[in-house]
Each structure stands twice: as structure tokens, then as C-alpha cells.
């Protein structure tokens, strides 16, 4: 498999893999620099709580600098930053490998509260009931106030065929779905033909997923398809590379996405030369559940006048995560950069606006798509 480039463009599928870790250890003055007094201050209560502590069963130094790190993550008060122990670090992990053990739902923090972006078709939580716009208010009884994705990944993850129930609230009605955990992997890209027009569905934007549009855009082409609907809905990101090589396939030259970082520097990335293009005329249907890799996506082709944007206002989530590991196996996932459109226009918070605002849903704005591209 080539070596690919990894950035977090989505809820649970989103992470950057580093290359290279650091090491906290425990801390010690000798990591304090000269005049850090607030360094100093945190080495100082370490120092002072492990030696004079009364009850020394209770000076379990772990747990001392896992109470540590996760307060100052809990500080920052970011839905995409968490403190990872060893089992959520690897299960955030397992979303390079294409698959997971889970239930099929990809999720997201809106204003506090854990909501279900989507739900892939056949899955546990598919075949449950679950529906997207879903909250998620407690997995096996806990409550998740307060949680983010990366701290709510490994309570819905687990072993295939155990079960998991989730506390979900809907239009104010409590309900429970219990289902058992099994493999999933996340469905790709797929297309068929109205008449003309090629229907072409990114359901997420996995490792593959550029490699799968590849042939799609090839037959499209032999079918003599005069237009193209690419549908975003519900689709919750992905790997950065992915997006930008699909982007390529429909924009030639110049900027796919920007990242501003914490300086206030910025950094684009152009796109990259495609063995295959199409120049077809183009709709992209989004929704409020669109969010991450596809809004960067959607931006990209409504900033180069490439397609017009339909549907309603997207999520909204353009943070820049990096997952750091630390000793132990445990890791921080940190929000730090923002992704903006070619253009400079800020995703986070604020979502794509659609050309063509619609409250449309399903084959209703598919055919509303569909009357467009051909004229009517």
C-alpha cells in the first residue's frame, strides 16, 4: 500500500498518524526551563503531593498524571481534543486500517451534545433504528455530557459480538437500541446513471476511496454521461489526501484547501496532476450533516466556480487534529489548525452555505439535481 499522508478531516475518521512521538514521562524540574514559573508550579504540587501525602495508597502516580493531563484537556474545553488512555489511543488508530469493530455510526459534538452524523446502510446501528440527527445521551449507562468523540470512541467500540446500548434521545422522546459490535468498513464511493446523468455518493472519504473514483469517472465517460450530481450528504470527512486527489479529478489547477495554524500562518495545498479529469457540468448535494473532508471538498468546488452547491447549510467542522503519542501507550488528540476554503472562508463554526439553499431531502433534491443539469 503507498504511503499516504494522514490529516483528520472528520470525527471518528479523522486523525494525523505522526511519525515521530514525544515523551512526557513523569515531570521533573529538569523539563522546567529557567524562569517557568508555571511549569515550575505543576512540578512543584507533583513534588510536594508524592512526598508528603499522608495516605501513600493513594499516591498512585499514573493515575496522578493521567488526573493532570486530562484536567488541562478538559480546560481547553475542545469537542475534537481529548486525553487518550491506551484503549482509546488504539481505537482511534484503527481508523487507518479501513475497518473497526463498531456499530456503523459516525458521530460529532454540536453545542455540548454527542449527535450521529451518519449511518451506514446494513449496519448494527442501521438495522437498531439508529437515525442521523440522533443524540446520544449514554452508552451502556454513562452519561456522555462532557465527552469528546475521541473519549466516546472506545465506549461504542469493542469486541465483535458484544453488545452496546445506547441512551438516545429524539424530537423529546427517550429511547434505548442495544446491538452487538461487528466488523465495519465504512462504505466508499458509488455510482449509477439517471438517463444522462451520472449519481455519483461519497458516503466518507477513506484511504481508498480516490483509487475507487478513478474507474467510476473512466465509465461515466464511455457512457456518455452529460452531467454529474456528486452527493455529500451525511457524509462525515476523512483522510485529507483522499479529498484532495478527488478534487483533482474535477479541478486542474490551483488551491484545494488552506490550514491557518495557532500564528495565524497559512499553508495550502494545490491539486495534484490526475491521470483522469472531467469537466462535466456539476451539482453537489450537501446537508447539515455534511461536515469535515466534505466541506472542505464542497468549498474547494464552489470557491473554482466548478459546481454549484445545493441542499443545506453543512456541519460546520474545520478544525486540523493531530493525534500525539505519549508514554504508556496513551496519546493527546489536539486541535491545531483551522481548514479554510480557497478562498480564505473560515469552515468552522460556520459551515458551506449552498448556492442553492433547499430543505429538499433524499431523491426529492436528487431530482431537484437532476432537473438542473438538464436545464429544467
Same mark, same amino acid.
Given at each position: 500500500?503507498? $504511503?499516504?499522508?494522514?490529516?483528520?478531516?472528520?470525527?471518528?475518521?479523522?486523525?494525523?498518524?505522526?511519525?515521530?512521538?514525544?515523551?512526557?514521562?513523569?515531570?521533573?524540574?529538569?523539563?522546567?526551563?529557567?524562569?517557568?514559573?508555571?511549569?515550575?508550579?505543576?512540578?512543584?504540587?507533583?513534588?510536594?503531593? *508524592?512526598?508528603?501525602?499522608?495516605?501513600?495508597?493513594?499516591?498512585?502516580?499514573?493515575?496522578?498524571?493521567? +488526573?493532570?493531563?486530562?484536567?488541562?484537556?478538559?480546560?481547553?474545553?475542545?469537542?475534537?481534543?481529548?486525553?487518550?488512555?491506551?484503549?482509546?489511543?488504539?481505537?482511534?488508530?484503527?481508523?487507518?486500517?479501513?475497518?473497526?469493530?463498531?456499530?456503523?455510526?459516525?458521530?460529532?459534538?454540536?453545542?455540548? +451534545?454527542?449527535?450521529?452524523?451518519?449511518?451506514?446502510?446494513?449496519?448494527?446501528?442501521?438495522?437498531?433504528?439508529?437515525?442521523?440527527?440522533?443524540?446520544?445521551?449514554?452508552?451502556?449507562?454513562?452519561? *456522555?455530557?462532557?465527552?469528546?468523540?475521541?473519549?466516546? +470512541?472506545?465506549?461504542?467500540?469493542?469486541?465483535?459480538? $458484544?453488545?452496546?446500548?445506547?441512551?438516545?434521545?429524539?424530537?423529546?422522546?427517550?429511547?434505548?437500541?442495544?446491538?452487538?459490535?461487528?466488523?465495519?468498513?465504512?462504505?466508499?464511493? $458509488?455510482?449509477?446513471?439517471?438517463?444522462?446523468?451520472?449519481?455519483?455518493?461519497?458516503?466518507?472519504?477513506?484511504?481508498?476511496?480516490?483509487?475507487?473514483?478513478?474507474?467510476?469517472?473512466?465509465?461515466?465517460?464511455?457512457?456518455?454521461?452529460?452531467?454529474?450530481?456528486?452527493?455529500?450528504?451525511?457524509?462525515?470527512?476523512?483522510?485529507?489526501?483522499?479529498?484532495?486527489?478527488?478534487?483533482?479529478?474535477?479541478?486542474?489547477?490551483?488551491?484545494?484547501?488552506?490550514?491557518?495554524?495557532?500564528?495565524?500562518?497559512?499553508?495550502?495545498?494545490?491539486?495534484?496532476?490526475?491521470?483522469?479529469?472531467?469537466?462535466?457540468?456539476?451539482?453537489?448535494?450537501?446537508?447539515?450533516?455534511?461536515?469535515?473532508?466534505?466541506?472542505?471538498?464542497?468549498?474547494?468546488?464552489?470557491?473554482?466556480?466548478?459546481?454549484?452547491?445545493?441542499?443545506?447549510?453543512?456541519?460546520?467542522?474545520?478544525?486540523?487534529?493531530?493525534?500525539?503519542?505519549?508514554?504508556?501507550?496513551?496519546?493527546?488528540?489536539?486541535?491545531?489548525?483551522?481548514?479554510?476554503?480557497?478562498?480564505?472562508?473560515?469552515?468552522?463554526?460556520?459551515?458551506?452555505?449552498?448556492?442553492?439553499?433547499?430543505?429538499?431531502?433524499?431523491?426529492?433534491?436528487?431530482?431537484?439535481?437532476?432537473?438542473?443539469?438538464?436545464?429544467?
Amino acid at each position: 500500500m503507498t $504511503t499516504r499522508w494522514k490529516v483528520a478531516l472528520g470525527s471518528l475518521l479523522s486523525i494525523i498518524l505522526l511519525s515521530a512521538s514525544f515523551g512526557l514521562g513523569y515531570i521533573t524540574a529538569a523539563f522546567a526551563p529557567p524562569g517557568d514559573t508555571y511549569l515550575n508550579r505543576v512540578v512543584e504540587a507533583w513534588d510536594t503531593i *508524592t512526598s508528603n501525602y499522608v495516605d501513600q495508597a493513594k499516591v498512585d502516580e499514573n493515575a496522578l498524571a493521567e +488526573a493532570a493531563i486530562r484536567g488541562m484537556m478538559g480546560f481547553i474545553d475542545d469537542p475534537y481534543s481529548a486525553y487518550l488512555d491506551a484503549e482509546g489511543f488504539i481505537s482511534l488508530q484503527q481508523n487507518f486500517e479501513g475497518s473497526y469493530v463498531g456499530i456503523g455510526a459516525e458521530m460529532a459534538v454540536r453545542d455540548g +451534545a454527542v449527535i450521529v452524523l451518519t449511518v451506514y446502510p446494513g449496519s448494527p446501528a442501521a438495522r437498531a433504528g439508529i437515525m442521523p440527527g440522533d443524540h446520544i445521551v449514554t452508552v451502556d449507562g454513562t452519561s *456522555t455530557e462532557g465527552m469528546t468523540i475521541a473519549e466516546l +470512541a472506545p465506549l461504542v467500540r469493542g469486541d465483535a459480538g $458484544t453488545s452496546v446500548t445506547l441512551g438516545i434521545e429524539r424530537d423529546g422522546a427517550s429511547l434505548l437500541f442495544t446491538m452487538a459490535r461487528e466488523k465495519i468498513t465504512p462504505p466508499s464511493v $458509488t455510482m449509477e446513471m439517471e438517463g444522462t446523468i451520472a449519481y455519483i455518493q461519497i458516503s466518507s472519504f477513506t484511504e481508498h476511496a480516490d483509487e475507487d473514483m478513478l474507474p467510476i469517472l473512466q465509465q461515466i465517460a464511455a457512457n456518455g454521461a452529460t452531467g454529474i450530481i456528486l452527493d455529500l450528504r451525511g457524509n462525515p470527512g476523512g483522510l485529507v489526501t483522499t479529498v484532495i486527489n478527488i478534487a483533482s479529478y474535477f479541478i486542474t489547477d490551483g488551491v484545494v484547501l488552506t490550514i491557518r495554524d495557532r500564528d495565524g500562518k497559512t499553508t495550502t495545498y494545490d491539486v495534484i496532476k490526475q491521470p483522469t479529469t472531467t469537466n462535466l457540468p456539476m451539482v453537489v448535494l450537501v446537508d447539515g450533516y455534511s461536515a469535515s473532508g466534505s466541506e472542505v471538498l464542497s468549498g474547494a468546488l464552489q470557491d473554482h466556480h466548478r459546481a454549484v452547491i445545493a441542499g443545506a447549510q453543512t456541519f460546520g467542522k474545520g478544525s486540523v487534529d493531530q493525534l500525539f503519542e505519549l508514554p504508556g501507550g496513551t496519546g493527546i488528540y489536539l486541535t491545531i489548525a483551522r481548514w479554510l476554503t480557497p478562498n480564505g472562508n473560515l469552515i468552522e463554526g460556520q459551515g458551506i452555505t449552498p448556492d442553492f439553499p433547499s430543505d429538499l431531502t433524499g431523491n426529492d433534491l436528487l431530482n431537484w439535481g437532476i432537473g438542473y443539469l438538464k436545464g429544467t
